[in-house]
């Protein structure tokens, strides 16, 4: 209790006043809460607890990102009551050596993904016979993005007498059925109401654009309420780059996070804009359970294609019971997914009318990446007159030698 005060915790969330004691009770338990409402204390604070009375076996963590890996192992660290071992977080993109080493302290925390979690196991540096705690974090997230095999091929090698704690904004019920295959006899707690999935605080608006101008749309909203701090949805990797940098140009704050950058860049730039940003372009690598305080806008540039992955976007903003707006750019022909968010989130949209003429012209800056690979690309290739003959041999014109001549003949 004196390590939480001193890091801010005065009182307990809706959740952690719920799934807590029954940890601390040793129960298995799967927890559907609304995302922003204190999910990660919720099992980290019953973790350390466990292992300072009872000095447990180690703790698992798996989670489907590396930066929610990040975000967990950094609030360990703040809460680190043990009186053994220590924290350790594995992921992909880092120095499986340094994980290693890490796992070769005993730590009793290890929090990570699940590939790199199967890769240390397999070579024997991860350890799984003696876990005696796991936690499933954005479980809906992990069963979406392919993580079943991996998920289960886990939990088929630790303990079957283990505590299982999972962790979901959303609950379907293939979620519960694969979860309970792991589970003994699991208590079920659901915060809020059953068909709120999003938090009450959040304001939900959407502006119609036609394609050409979805970037004078983004302009005009920005101009008309000034976000303080604002992550911006981008469905592609290119297209994240493309809004990065057209924001630059506009003199404006801008970060960006995707999968094409490396490990390091990717925290660089969350870092800055942590501390310093204003608008963080991101594709949904950052709508899993990334907890960034004062988000006052989420900005869906490309509206997501699932209904379901609405929940997650907007869930960055109006975290712990704060207000947020969501702005969702529909194109002429995207119309019918305003009613399918509203439908499966049970919200209401309004539709807002932007001024964007003063921004007409602005266009979206041409993608860096794809334009650098294709002037490398033709600077390399050779030109016809340079082309060795077993480029000829691979390259025939159509038709064969007979038909090319008739075909010669003709157009001459």
Avoid: C, W
């Amino acid at each position: 209790m004196d390590k939480l005060k001193n890091i801010g915790f005065t009182s307990a969330t809706d959740v952690q006043e719920q799934a807590i004691p029954v940890a601390l009770a040793g129960k298995d338990v799967i927890v559907r809460a609304k995302t922003g409402t204190g999910k990660t204390a919720a099992f980290i604070i019953p973790i350390m607890q466990r292992n300072t009375d009872t000095k447990r076996n180690i703790a698992l963590v798996i989670v489907p990102t590396r930066e929610l890996a990040i975000q967990i192992f950094e609030f360990a660290n703040k809460v680190n009551v043990y009186r053994r071992g220590s924290a350790a977080i594995v992921y992909g993109g880092a120095s499986i050596n340094v994980q290693m080493q890490a796992l070769a302290d005993n730590p009793s925390l290890i929090i990570g993904t699940p590939g790199r979690m199967i890769d240390l196991y397999k070579r024997g540096a991860l350890r799984l016979d003696n876990v005696g705690f796991v936690v499933l974090d954005e479980a809906d997230t992990m069963l979406d993005m392919g993580f079943l095999d991996d998920i289960e091929f886990i939990l088929s090698k630790t303990p079957t007498a283990k505590q299982t704690l999972l962790f979901s904004a959303t609950m379907p019920p293939r979620i519960v059925k694969v979860a309970k295959r792991q589970m003994n006899d699991p208590i079920h707690i659901s915060v809020g109401k059953e068909e709120e999935v999003v938090v009450p605080t959040i304001s939900h608006y959407y502006a119609i654009s036609n394609f050409n101008f979805k970037f004078a749309t983004l302009l005009a909203y920005i101009k008309h309420y000034n976000p303080t701090k604002a992550i911006i949805f981008a469905r592609t990797k290119f297209a994240a780059d493309m809004v990065h940098d057209s924001l630059e140009n506009q003199g404006l704050n801008a970060m960006r996070i995707h999968g094409g950058l490396s490990q390091a860049k990717r925290e660089s730039e969350l870092k800055e804009f942590r501390n310093n940003g204003t608008y963080l372009i991101a594709t949904n690598i950052v709508a899993r359970g990334i907890d960034i305080k004062g988000i006052s806008d989420v900005i869906n540039f490309d509206a997501p294609d699932d209904a379901a992955v609405y929940v997650h976007r907007v869930g960055r903003s109006a975290r712990m019971e704060a207000k947020g707006r969501a702005f969702t750019i529909i194109t002429n022909d995207q119309r019918r997914l305003v009613r399918d968010i509203e439908h499966f989130n049970n919200i209401k949209m309004a539709g807002i009318e932007l001024d964007i003429e003063p921004f007409r012209h602005a266009k979206l800056a041409r993608n860096r990446v794809e334009r650098e690979e294709r002037d490398e690309n033709f600077h390399q290739r050779p030109h016809q007159h340079q082309r060795q003959s077993s480029d000829r041999g691979q390259r025939r014109p159509f038709g064969n030698r007979n038909q090319r001549g008739r075909f010669n003949r003709r157009r001459r």
